[in-house]
């Protein structure tokens, strides 16, 4: 049933308003197959609206999207057959056990009584849950929650996951052992698509990233090529007086990048790393100014988040 072309996830120009809020202004993106795409945006972005379209829960205005090959709008039925969903609310039943939710997901998949409390035990086992395994899912702390929703999620064994931030609000011990379930996942062979707001989940998991804000893809590629965008290291300078650092953008001239009068600190962009460091320090030198510390620093997924939206991620919020 499974078609082979390389393109498992496909959006052309979709496009979605609620009344005149236009959330989705056109958005294009593609996963290959057995590959993770990582859709990052900060709240409000439209994340979770691609997510649901993508996976048939809601419909769009315009655009085109397919999975598999099978259009979401006139083929849900098999869209369906082929997807795993773990949404931001997913479908855990709180008063069943976690044993219970899984079993109960596996008939609804029409697989027979005995299929369905195999498949639990093995999900129970995968995502370290056993001993959580007959207490009502109520109980169940974050991080063991979201593995009972992923797991619920994979009952059918699904070829496309589609991943709506499933590590926010963990902890980050809890979030690498989700990275490890994901990272499982893929290794078997799944097409992912998953969206997060964390830099360094996306940098660690994705083979690409596609940056969306305010409903539009504002940049894309793997991390190194989103990195390079916002280009070269940068020498970070501080300095013990105001006088020596107003002496130091002085001299420094055209290569300071940005100064700071409260912190005392130059940043001098690095065209070529190793000369320009020299070069910077010999100016320096000759005007026999001193520096209090020095450091180089290599762009990061913030600063390229920071450069495209104008919005420093946040590592701490929780929902
Ligand atoms: N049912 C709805 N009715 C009206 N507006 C909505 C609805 N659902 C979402 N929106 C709006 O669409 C925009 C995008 O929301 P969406 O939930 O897709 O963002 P997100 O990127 O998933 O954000 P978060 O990181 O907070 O989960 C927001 O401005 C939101 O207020
Ligand atoms: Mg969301």
Redesign the pocket.
């Known amino acids: 049933m499974v078609k082979s072309s390389s393109i498992v996830i496909q959006a052309k120009g979709l496009k ?1 308003s ?2 005149k ?1 236009n ?2 202004k056109g958005i294009d993106l593609t996963v290959e197959r057995g590959t993770m795409l990582a859709l990052l ?12 379209i993508l996976s048939t829960l809601l419909g769009y205005d315009t655009g085109k999207v397919t999975v598999e090959g099978f259009d979401v709008k006139t083929e849900a039925d098999k869209v369906r057959s082929v997807i795993g969903l773990t949404g ?1 609310s997913a479908a855990v039943d709180e008063l069943l056990t976690g044993r219970e939710n899984l079993v109960m997901m596996g008939r609804l998949y029409r697989l027979t009584s005995a299929s369905a409390k195999a498949r639990a035990q093995e999900l129970l086992e995968e995502f370290d849950l056993v001993d959580a395994a007959e207490r009502p899912a109520k109980t169940y702390s974050g991080g063991m929650r979201r593995r009972l929703d992923l797991a619920v999620s994979l009952i059918a064994t699904p070829p496309v996951i589609f991943l ?2 499933p590590t ?1 609000g963990l902890d980050p011990r809890s979030r690498i052992s989700m990275w490890e379930i994901i990272e499982r996942l893929k290794a078997n062979g799944a097409t992912i698509l998953l ?1 997060t ?1 964390y830099l360094e989940e996306a940098d660690q998991l994705a083979d690409k990233i596609v940056v ?1 804000d305010g ?1 539009k893809v504002i940049a894309e590629g793997t991390a190194k090529d989103l990195k390079s965008k916002v280009g070269k290291d940068r020498l970070e300078l501080t300095f013990a007086t105001t006088k020596s650092y107003k002496q130091a953008v002085n001299v420094l001239g055209k290569t300071v990048q940005e100064s700071n009068d409260e912190e005392k600190t130059v940043s001098v962009v690095l065209k070529d790393t190793n000369a320009d460091v020299r070069k910077t320090l010999d100016t320096l030198q000759k005007e026999s100014l001193k520096f209090e510390a020095m450091a180089v620093h290599k762009p990061t997924l913030d600063d390229v988040f920071l450069a495209l939206t104008g919005k420093q991620t946040k590592e701490t919020e929780t ?1």
């Not at 945006?41 to 649901?52: D, E, F």
């Open positions: 979605k609620y009344g809020n959330v989705l945006g900060p709240n409000g972005a439209g994340k979770t609206t691609t997510v649901r931001q709506d931030e926010t969206t707001q969306i409903g929902k």
